[in-house]
């Protein structure tokens, strides 16, 4: 299979700023490919290089096998890129602004944006400068994709959709993924990557620390469990257990391992209250990528 996008050894340097090093990534042909890792870690950094909104101090890129620098404008043609923040002319109604974003590409892009304005609900009579920050971000998705690109980057591409339209959202790459075209999806949300990728590059303070299939991040199953007891508890220990915090009846800790092992483990306490949920990416670097 023909790798869509590849790096090797992908560096930039922001002065005394971290940037990103040594960032290696092969995203295959019809896959959505995880880009994942908190806040600041540098993904938004690595698809700006790639795009060549910024220059790599060093490394390579190539998308379709053509270096991102110097092919620059032939890459683009068969490109959707979705910042992770959208700044517009506020006087421009959305249908103006997706025209003359259409135009650049040499072909007649109505219909389809007349049919993506129709899924996201969006109504493009509107001026950008009155719209919620929801309805700007479906602007952006109508402005990636209306021209049936090849490669779909999104970076934090769901900030300012309702639930609702998230699962529209995500029903539509899918869809598109389907078609042929190639994802890749970049957030900090755990969950969302689980919903529709194939692979992930976990990246951290620049670098990429691990990639694996999304098969093997579900098996790892990592739950963030807080749980209120009816009396004291002086201390709390459990296989598989990380970062546990104690205060007086309260527990806190982040697990990986038997679902089962940690109900029996809870079992042992009459309980208030207990909470079992998804930790944020941040915590699961925290505890586990020291």
Same mark, same amino acid.
């Given at each position: #299979?023909?790798?869509?996008?590849?790096?090797?050894?992908?560096?930039?340097?922001?002065?005394?700023?971290?940037?990103?090093?040594?960032?290696?990534?092969?995203?295959?042909?019809?896959?959505?490919?995880?880009?994942?890792?908190?806040?600041?870690?540098?993904?938004?950094?690595?698809?700006?290089?790639?795009?060549?909104?910024?220059?790599?101090?060093?490394?390579?890129?190539?998308?379709?096998? %053509?270096?991102?620098?110097?092919?620059?404008?032939?890459?683009?043609?068969?490109?959707?890129?979705?910042?992770?923040?959208?700044?517009?002319?506020?006087? $421009?109604?959305?249908?103006?602004?997706?025209?003359?974003?259409?135009?650049?590409?040499?072909?007649?892009?109505?219909?389809?944006?007349?049919?993506?304005?129709?899924?996201? *609900?969006?109504?493009?009579?509107?001026?950008?400068?009155? #719209?919620?920050?929801?309805?700007?971000?479906?602007?952006?998705?109508?402005?990636?994709?209306?021209?049936?690109?090849?490669?779909?980057?999104?970076?934090?591409?769901?900030?300012? %959709?309702?639930?609702? $339209?998230?699962?529209?959202?995500?029903?539509?790459?899918?869809?598109?993924?389907?078609?042929?075209?190639?994802?890749?999806?970049?957030?900090?949300?755990?969950?969302?990557?689980?919903?529709?990728?194939?692979?992930?590059?976990?990246?951290?303070?620049?670098?990429?620390?691990?990639?694996?299939?999304?098969?093997?991040?579900?098996?790892?199953?990592?739950?963030?469990?807080?749980?209120?007891?009816?009396? +004291?508890?002086?201390?709390?220990?459990? *296989?598989?257990?990380?970062?546990?915090?104690?205060?007086?009846?309260?527990?806190?800790?982040?697990?990986?391992?038997?679902?089962?092992?940690?109900?029996?483990?809870?079992?042992?306490?009459?309980?208030?209250?207990?909470?079992?949920?998804? +930790?944020? %990416? *941040?915590?699961?670097? #925290?505890?586990?990528?020291?």
């Amino acid at each position: #299979m023909n790798p869509v996008i590849e790096t090797h050894k992908l560096t930039k340097n922001y002065g005394k700023s971290r940037g990103i090093v040594d960032v290696d990534i092969i995203v295959d042909e019809g896959e959505i490919f995880g880009f994942i890792g908190p806040n600041g870690a540098g993904k938004s950094t690595t698809i700006r290089t790639l795009l060549s909104l910024v220059y790599k101090t060093s490394g390579e890129a190539k998308i379709f096998g %053509l270096d991102c620098h110097k092919n620059r404008e032939e890459i683009l043609r068969n490109v959707g890129y979705l910042p992770s923040e959208i700044f517009y002319y506020d006087n $421009m109604r959305a249908l103006d602004l997706l025209n003359y974003s259409a135009s650049f590409y040499h072909k007649d892009c109505s219909a389809r944006i007349t049919e993506l304005a129709d899924l996201l *609900e969006l109504d493009l009579s509107k001026k950008i400068e009155d #719209m919620s920050l929801g309805n700007r971000k479906k602007v952006g998705i109508v402005q990636g994709l209306l021209h049936s690109p090849k490669l779909i980057i999104l970076d934090e591409p769901t900030n300012g %959709l309702d639930p609702l $339209m998230q699962k529209t959202f995500f029903d539509l790459i899918q869809e598109e993924n389907k078609k042929g075209a190639t994802v890749l999806f970049s957030s900090h949300i755990l969950d969302e990557v689980q919903r529709i990728c194939d692979r992930v590059a976990i990246i951290k303070e620049g670098r990429i620390i691990n990639t694996q299939k999304i098969t093997e991040l579900r098996e790892q199953s990592y739950k963030k469990v807080a749980f209120h007891a009816a009396q +004291p508890i002086p201390q709390f220990e459990i *296989e598989g257990g990380a970062n546990v915090a104690i205060n007086h009846d309260r527990v806190s800790f982040v697990f990986k391992g038997d679902v089962n092992a940690l109900l029996h483990k809870l079992s042992q306490y009459r309980l208030i209250n207990l909470d079992i949920s998804e +930790p944020s %990416l *941040e915590e699961i670097f #925290m505890h586990y990528y020291r």
